[in-house]
């Protein structure tokens, strides 16, 4: 299973962004995908993630509103919307595959080691 996620960029505060992670190698509708990002210095941490079947959705307490995650399975993709995004945004953004048939959140969905694949990041750089 390989990810590839693209879309980053430079955009200036309030402004949107599209993520997208294609995966190839494996069944798209079998895996859980997550979101996460990480700054220079900072750690890992969790933006959103999509079971499955794209009915159950969840992200991190920072978003307040302004991401959206959804997928399309025929295409083998999933997509982070972000609006209003603010210079705090700016990071390198992954996605990430968890096998999962899950129809419900669960602790362990933020938590980056139980994702199994992960993409290249792709970078967001949010200006003043």
């Known amino acids: 299973v390989q990810l590839q996620a693209s879309g980053g960029g430079l955009v200036q505060a309030g402004g949107s962004l599209r993520l997208s992670c294609r995966m190839s190698?494996?069944?798209?509708?079998?895996?859980?995908i997550g979101w996460f990002r990480q700054a220079p210095g900072q750690e890992r941490s969790f933006v959103a993630a999509?079971?499955?079947?794209?009915?159950?959705?969840s992200y991190g307490h920072f978003v307040e509103g302004r991401f959206t995650i959804s997928r399309d399975n025929a295409q083998k993709s999933v997509y982070l919307q972000m609006n209003n995004l603010k210079p705090e945004d700016t990071a390198d953004y992954y996605c990430?595959?968890?096998?999962?048939?899950?129809?419900?959140?669960?602790?362990?969905?933020?938590?980056?080691?139980?994702?199994?694949?992960w993409g290249q990041g792709t970078l967001v750089t949010v200006s003043s």
């Open positions: 190698g494996g069944a798209l509708s079998q895996y859980r």
């Open positions: 990430a595959a968890d096998l999962s048939m899950d129809t419900t959140v669960y602790s362990w969905w933020p938590v980056a080691d139980e994702y199994d694949y």
């Open positions: 999509i079971n499955f079947n794209g009915d159950v959705t």
